[in-house]
């Protein structure tokens, strides 16, 4: 495992860590699958992940999209593996590529072709013949791949071989040897090691997961309770939910030796799928609060699945999902597979994106240190899984430096307010109390506090009750951003001697420590620390936790740069863009003070002139007159009646089906007209929002499908540039056609047994009853494009 010796910086695995050429490395993972999101579209969606903090890009190869047809290999358009592998690392991304040849991701089969169950073999064995097909498919990956290794000078860091395979170690070991005499090159192998999955020894590093709902349990009400664990700071990585439906029995083994092994993730569910019977509701707090567990409880490699959503691919000659006819558990829609990512199936942005960029902002301002940090539990730790009385909290530490963890939130079950909460910490030769007075610790907050963090230039604080941000630099000081946490007054401890000047209030003052606090964060003001012998000054900024939301680093014109917008902005060469539904945006970026050739810094249609907002520069970016109504769309119902299709179970769990085909037919039909003016905006997106009653929907454009939905709560989104510019390979239609869109509803048989959310339970009981689309309206999605400056001057 590792680079080879002749590498120009090795990235290596040790029992705790990663590391590249000299520096530990935390990598953060987000999965986009290519082959599922048009090709004309991936270097824009990739800019929109590398700007959530993701480094690392992971992505399944399905064998049945390269080889559908036995010995027929595609390997082109929006299946060109090499591409996407090529524009991840022309964008700065790295790639871990998951090669199969059985993956799942919720595919038919897991991936494997349907002419596979007449090969005459046995699949996910050692057997020759079985053997022998792999060896081809993984021959032509190699080709497609060839080049494109870390020690190369390419972006794959790692290849994963199989997924899910918990009892065949030698398998597994087997999968490695046949990829690399293939040609398959890659500093790093890995296995998912979840199920107590006996892994080849050294052979592949075993990746874990953990997801906060299931749509692979029963329709009951509530959580599996195993999924519990993922909410308490553990040194327990294994999970034995994920995957348990595809299993015949609880897993008996032991799993890898942990003691041998960096604590590495690969599935920390970044939403959670729809299966027709079970329809779990995911909001960002559940996903959030998952992500920084997992990072308080050792983990050196965040991985998300999945972190861009996606659909699944059309145009096969059967259907590619899993479902109840090819004999999985599960029914999962024809087409979406949204996943409630961070990036939607259309590339919508959601509240999740931000709330984990803010941990990534910190894990690439910290993530060298946090890797050589080992975890560190209380002496009073949560009794069980059903605790949920005893504050949960963590450290990861080495030596006088490292982290609080702190997580007050689980999906489903409300945690309570913690009253009269003081942290001790002992750390090497010292012991840190904080915060200097008893907080609150409110229902629902999660974040993270430093211990003995340099700012630099000598400058260390002692202890903060505020979550760090990032450190950059200022008109060459640095510069420390935090941001407020949970409605707790951050506060600063700092060595003895040093002095404070601000918008700060002295808290104590004595021969050990000068405390301070920031009554109002978000105050568009630095405070400056002068360290003792005259060390520094070095500035720091609180923003608030609305703020927080809002914060990226950015590199504008060369310089890392402080920037607070709604929208994620991307950087794409000397060019920023934002994709927004706003008719105005605010863009502020922290820039030093009175200096005027900075505030000229970025230039492009609708920029006002900037204005100073504290240390912030503020443009207010404006799209036409910034009050343009938006297209609107007519809606016709064609028919109001639908027929109920009859309740049906099926698959190797008898859980309830979806309906099939030809039960559309009987659909309340309505027909919606786009006007052509929508479309105005060549690069934009459109996305069509429908509020419906129902069980179930699909859109259809020309008479073929192109997406469907099963009703969940939220409002169905449909991005629908793709199906009039022709993008999407599978569903090319007439431009005078991708106008009228139909969409067909059926209610919910009465008999069928599907779970949802309590919170929308009403809704799907209503389904029972009728089945109409009750709204629609299109959501212009526009670009503003800001041209960044040479020098800091206008273009």
Same mark, same amino acid.
Request: charged share 25%; glycine share 10%; proline share 8%.
């Given at each position: 495992?590792?680079?080879?010796?002749?590498?120009?910086?090795?990235?290596?695995?040790?029992?705790?860590?990663?590391?590249?050429?000299?520096?530990?490395?935390?990598?953060?993972?987000?999965?986009?699958?290519?082959?599922?999101?048009?090709?004309?579209?991936?270097?824009?969606?990739?800019?929109?992940?590398?700007?959530?903090?993701?480094?690392?890009?992971?992505?399944?190869?399905?064998?049945?999209?390269?080889?559908?047809?036995?010995?027929?290999?595609?390997?082109?358009?929006?299946?060109?593996?090499?591409?996407?592998?090529?524009?991840?690392?022309?964008?700065?991304?790295?790639?871990?590529?998951?090669?199969?040849?059985?993956?799942?991701?919720?595919?038919?089969?897991?991936?494997?072709?349907?002419?596979?169950?007449?090969?005459?073999?046995?699949?996910?064995?050692?057997?020759?013949?079985?053997?022998?097909?792999?060896?081809?498919?993984?021959?032509?990956?190699?080709?497609?791949?060839?080049?494109?290794?870390?020690?190369?000078?390419?972006?794959?860091?790692?290849?994963?071989?199989?997924?899910?395979?918990?009892?065949?170690?030698?398998?597994?070991?087997?999968?490695?040897?046949?990829?690399?005499?293939?040609?398959?090159?890659?500093?790093?192998?890995?296995?998912?090691?979840?199920?107590?999955?006996?892994?080849?020894?050294?052979?592949?590093?075993?990746?874990?997961?953990?997801?906060?709902?299931?749509?692979?349990?029963?329709?009951?009400?509530?959580?599996?309770?195993?999924?519990?664990?993922?909410?308490?700071?553990?040194?327990?990585?294994?999970?034995?939910?994920?995957?348990?439906?595809?299993?015949?029995?609880?897993?008996?083994?032991?799993?890898?030796?942990?003691?041998?092994?960096?604590?590495?993730?690969?599935?920390?569910?970044?939403?959670?799928?729809?299966?027709?019977?079970?329809?779990?509701?995911?909001?960002?707090?559940?996903?959030?609060?998952?992500?920084?567990?997992?990072?308080?409880?050792?983990?050196?490699?965040?991985?998300?699945?999945?972190?861009?959503?996606?659909?699944?691919?059309?145009?096969?000659?059967?259907?590619?999902?899993?479902?109840?006819?090819?004999?999985?558990?599960?029914?999962?829609?024809?087409?979406?597979?949204?996943?409630?990512?961070?990036?939607?199936?259309?590339?919508?942005?959601?509240?999740?994106?931000?709330?984990?960029?803010?941990?990534?902002?910190?894990?690439?301002?910290?993530?060298?240190?946090?890797?050589?940090?080992?975890?560190?539990?209380?002496?009073?730790?949560?009794?069980?899984?059903?605790?949920?009385?005893?504050?949960?909290?963590?450290?990861?530490?080495?030596?006088?430096?490292?982290?609080?963890?702190?997580?007050?939130?689980?999906?489903?079950?409300?945690?309570?307010?913690?009253?009269?909460?003081?942290?001790?910490?002992?750390?090497?030769?010292?012991?840190?109390?904080?915060?200097?007075?008893? !907080? &609150?610790? /409110?229902? $629902? %907050?999660?974040? +993270?506090?430093? *211990?003995?963090?340099?700012?630099?230039?000598?400058? @260390?604080?002692?202890?903060?009750?505020?979550?760090?941000?990032?450190?950059?630099?200022?008109?060459?000081?640095?510069?420390?951003?935090?941001?407020?946490?949970?409605?707790?007054?951050?506060?600063?401890?700092?060595?003895?001697?040093?002095?404070?000047?601000?918008?700060?209030?002295?808290?104590?003052?004595?021969?050990?420590?000068?405390?301070?606090?920031?009554?109002?964060?978000?105050?568009?003001?630095?405070?400056? !620390? &002068?360290? /003792?012998? $005259? %060390?520094?000054? +070095?500035?720091? *900024?609180?923003?608030?936790?609305?703020?927080?939301? @809002?914060?990226?680093?950015?590199?504008?014109?060369?310089?890392?740069?402080?920037?607070?917008?709604?929208?994620?902005?991307?950087?794409?060469?000397?060019?920023?863009?934002?994709?927004?539904?706003?008719?105005?945006?605010?863009?502020?970026?922290?820039?030093?003070?009175?200096?005027?050739?900075?505030?000229?810094?970025?230039?492009?249609?609708?920029?006002?002139?900037?204005?100073?907002?504290?240390?912030?520069?503020?443009?207010?970016?404006?799209? $036409?007159?910034?009050?343009?109504?938006?297209?609107?769309?007519?809606?016709?119902?064609?028919?109001?009646?639908?027929?109920?299709?009859?309740?049906?179970?099926?698959?190797?769990?008898?859980?309830?089906?979806?309906?099939?085909?030809?039960?559309?037919?009987?659909?309340?039909?309505?027909?919606?007209?786009?006007?052509?003016?929508?479309?105005?905006?060549?690069?934009?997106?459109?996305?069509?929002?429908?509020?419906?009653?129902?069980?179930?929907?699909?859109?259809?454009?020309?008479?073929?499908?192109?997406?469907?939905?099963?009703?969940?709560?939220?409002?169905?989104?449909?991005?629908?540039?793709?199906?009039?510019?022709?993008?999407?390979?599978?569903?090319?239609?007439?431009?005078?056609?991708?106008?009228?869109?139909?969409?067909?509803?059926?209610?919910?048989?009465?008999?069928?047994?599907?779970?949802?959310?309590?919170?929308?339970?009403?809704?799907?009981?209503?389904?029972?009853?009728?089945?109409?689309?009750?709204?629609?309206?299109?959501?212009?999605?526009?670009?503003?494009?800001?041209?960044?400056?040479?020098?800091?001057?206008?273009?």
């Amino acid at each position: 495992m590792g680079s080879r010796e002749d590498a120009p910086h090795p990235l290596e695995a040790d029992s705790r860590k990663l590391q590249r050429g000299t520096e530990p490395w935390l990598p953060v993972m987000g999965e986009f699958h290519f082959s599922r999101y048009p090709a004309a579209e991936w270097r824009e969606e990739l800019l929109k992940v590398r700007a959530g903090g993701i480094d690392l890009l992971a992505t399944y190869l399905f064998w049945n999209q390269h080889e559908e047809e036995r010995g027929t290999l595609r390997f082109d358009g929006g299946l060109d593996i090499r591409r996407f592998t090529e524009l991840c690392g022309e964008l700065g991304l790295y790639i871990s590529v998951r090669i199969g040849p059985w993956s799942h991701g919720e595919c038919r089969n897991g991936g494997f072709p349907d002419w596979l169950q007449q090969a005459g073999c046995t699949p996910r064995t050692d057997d020759p013949a079985y053997l022998a097909l792999v060896e081809s498919y993984y021959t032509r990956i190699s080709h497609e791949l060839r080049g494109l290794g870390y020690d190369d000078g390419g972006p794959i860091v790692a290849v994963q071989v199989e997924n899910e395979l918990y009892d065949q170690p030698g398998h597994l070991r087997t999968l490695r040897a046949l990829a690399e005499r293939a040609g398959i090159r890659a500093p790093l192998w890995t296995a998912t090691g979840w199920g107590a999955a006996d892994i080849p020894v050294d052979v592949l590093l075993p990746l874990y997961g953990g997801y906060p709902e299931a749509f692979w349990e029963d329709a009951h009400e509530g959580w599996t309770r195993e999924m519990r664990r993922h909410y308490f700071f553990t040194a327990i990585r294994d999970d034995h939910a994920i995957g348990a439906d595809l299993r015949p029995s609880a897993p008996a083994g032991t799993g890898p030796d942990d003691r041998r092994y960096p604590y590495a993730t690969c599935e920390l569910g970044g939403g959670m799928a729809i299966a027709y019977h079970r329809r779990p509701l995911v909001p960002a707090a559940d996903v959030s609060s998952l992500a920084l567990t997992k990072l308080g409880s050792g983990s050196v490699w965040q991985g998300y699945y999945l972190y861009h959503g996606c659909s699944q691919r059309l145009g096969h000659a059967v259907p590619n999902q899993e479902s109840h006819d090819t004999g999985y558990p599960n029914d999962l829609p024809a087409v979406n597979y949204d996943f409630q990512a961070p990036l939607g199936e259309y590339g919508q942005v959601r509240p999740s994106f931000h709330a984990l960029r803010l941990q990534h902002l910190l894990i690439r301002d910290s993530g060298a240190d946090l890797a050589d940090m080992p975890l560190h539990l209380p002496d009073d730790e949560p009794a069980g899984l059903d605790d949920r009385e005893s504050l949960r909290w963590s450290v990861r530490a080495n030596g006088e430096t490292g982290f609080l963890f702190v997580n007050n939130h689980q999906p489903h079950e409300t945690l309570p307010d913690h009253d009269g909460v003081r942290f001790q910490v002992h750390l090497g030769g010292r012991t840190a109390t904080l915060p200097a007075q008893d !907080v &609150t610790v /409110p229902s $629902g %907050a999660h974040f +993270v506090w430093p *211990l003995g963090y340099g700012i630099g230039r000598g400058v @260390r604080l002692e202890w903060a009750s505020a979550q760090p941000v990032t450190r950059l630099e200022l008109d060459g000081d640095p510069v420390a951003v935090f941001a407020a946490t949970a409605g707790i007054t951050p506060q600063f401890a700092l060595p003895a001697g040093c002095e404070v000047s601000g918008p700060v209030r002295r808290d104590a003052d004595d021969s050990d420590l000068v405390v301070v606090s920031v009554p109002e964060p978000g105050s568009p003001t630095l405070w400056t !620390v &002068t360290g /003792p012998q $005259g %060390a520094g000054p +070095v500035h720091l *900024l609180v923003l608030s936790e609305e703020q927080a939301l @809002r914060a990226q680093r950015v590199s504008i014109g060369g310089t890392d740069r402080l920037v607070l917008c709604a929208e994620p902005v991307l950087t794409d060469g000397s060019e920023l863009r934002i994709h927004t539904t706003r008719g105005e945006v605010d863009l502020s970026v922290l820039l030093p003070p009175g200096d005027t050739a900075a505030t000229r810094l970025l230039a492009g249609p609708g920029a006002s002139a900037p204005r100073t907002d504290g240390p912030f520069t503020r443009w207010a970016l404006t799209i $036409g007159t910034g009050t343009d109504s938006p297209p609107r769309c007519e809606v016709a119902c064609v028919r109001a009646e639908a027929v109920v299709p009859p309740a049906r179970t099926g698959g190797s769990h008898h859980r309830a089906s979806a309906p099939r085909d030809a039960d559309f037919d009987g659909a309340a039909v309505y027909r919606i007209t786009v006007p052509v003016s929508a479309f105005d905006d060549p690069d934009g997106e459109v996305l069509l929002r429908l509020s419906y009653t129902g069980d179930v929907a699909r859109a259809y454009l020309d008479g073929r499908l192109v997406a469907d939905h099963f009703w969940y709560g939220p409002d169905w989104e449909i991005g629908l540039r793709r199906f009039t510019d022709g993008a999407a390979e599978a569903v090319e239609v007439a431009e005078a056609a991708s106008h009228e869109i139909e969409i067909r509803v059926l209610p919910l048989p009465q008999d069928s047994e599907v779970y949802v959310d309590a919170s929308v339970r009403a809704g799907l009981e209503a389904a029972r009853e009728r089945a109409s689309v009750n709204s629609a309206a299109l959501v212009p999605v526009r670009r503003i494009a800001l041209a960044v400056a040479a020098g800091g001057g206008t273009d």
